[in-house]
């Protein structure tokens, strides 16, 4: 009579060392594992390595130096050996980056000004969505490393915020600010980003000894406009209210040229049927 294993919430949890941990090992192909690449799997053959289980069975210190440590982490794991920390999806992010590479390489001010406002926003946006403020904003610039025959210049700046918060007004006022100290004409820049840094728990905010009724007026104000607008944005779709209108065909945007169309969600992408062109 087969053994049943036994279930936690729907999962089948194995026990390391056991018969059945070792006969499900020796099923799975080292390609099937988390984190071994092709490349990696023709390295291991090499070694006689071909299964989970072979890989369990090595010996970890050797794997590190022969490879790496990541690779010594997933050999600890497969002898049950804990050692790769499992993140809680509804934990906090410490910091919140929003970043692009633009469809073209663009010195104009302008349109990079444009893109640091839309990535500010966004930024904004998943910090309210997690209940966190923060306390700086950072924002960074790159041109094409792989363009030798272009000058090459990858700037960054932070600027920090009088108090925290979670107003996407005064963030974009410091991503701003940053964009002015860090951007310089003539280089053509291929990818911007604003990140979100030094987050503190909304709840967990300490008050000011110069707070004054008018800037806790002021807080409250801004907490129901930001309230407002995500609102809206949930309701009518992203985008439907933003600080600033971004400029169509801007270099910044995705090309997108082999995107299918979006018949769910744009009238001007409907496809059109013509008399004629339906047969019986």
């Known amino acids: 009579m087969a053994k049943k294993l036994p279930l936690y919430g729907g999962v ?14 020796k099923q799975v192909a080292l390609g099937d594992v988390w984190g071994v690449g092709r490349r990696l799997v023709e390295r291991l053959a ?8 072979d890989l369990a069975q090595a010996d970890a210190k050797q794997i590190r130096r022969r490879f790496s440590v990541t690779l010594e982490r997933t ?8 050692c790769i920390e499992m993140n809680d999806p509804g934990d906090a992010r410490q ?6 590479s633009f469809g073209r390489l663009t010195d104009n001010r302008q349109q990079i000004h444009q893109a640091i406002r839309q990535f500010a926003q966004r930024s904004a946006e998943k910090l309210r969505a997690q209940d966190s403020l923060t306390r700086a904003v950072y924002v960074f610039l790159k041109t094409n490393r792989h363009r030798p025959d272009l000058p090459q210049y990858s700037p960054s700046a932070i600027v920090e915020l009088p108090s925290p918060s979670d107003d996407s007004r ?39 000894l110069l707070d004054t009724p008018q800037s806790q007026a002021e807080s409250a104000r801004s907490e129901q406009l ?8 949930q309701r009518m779709g992203k985008g439907t209210v933003t600080f600033g209108r971004a400029e169509a065909g801007a ?10 169309p979006r018949w769910t969600t744009r009238w001007d992408e409907l496809p059109i049927v013509r008399p004629g062109c339906l047969r019986r």
């Open 170 to 208: 005064a963030i974009l006022h410091a991503a701003s600010q940053a964009l002015d100290a860090i951007y310089r004409p003539r280089y053509r820049f291929m990818k911007a980003g604003v990140m979100l840094v030094d987050l503190i728990d909304a709840n967990r905010e300490q008050l000011s």
């Open 46 to 53: 090499l070694l006689g390595l071909h299964s989970a289980w």
């Open 226 to 233: 930001m309230s407002a607008v995500d609102q809206l944005n």
């Open 75 to 82: 050999c600890l794991e497969l002898k049950g050996i804990p």
């Open 12 to 25: 089948c949890v194995m026990r390391p060392g056991t018969k059945e941990c070792e006969a499900l090992l």
């Open 95 to 100: 910091r919140i980056m929003t970043s692009r």
């Open 251 to 260: 270099a910044w945007h995705l090309r997108c040229a082999n995107r299918t």
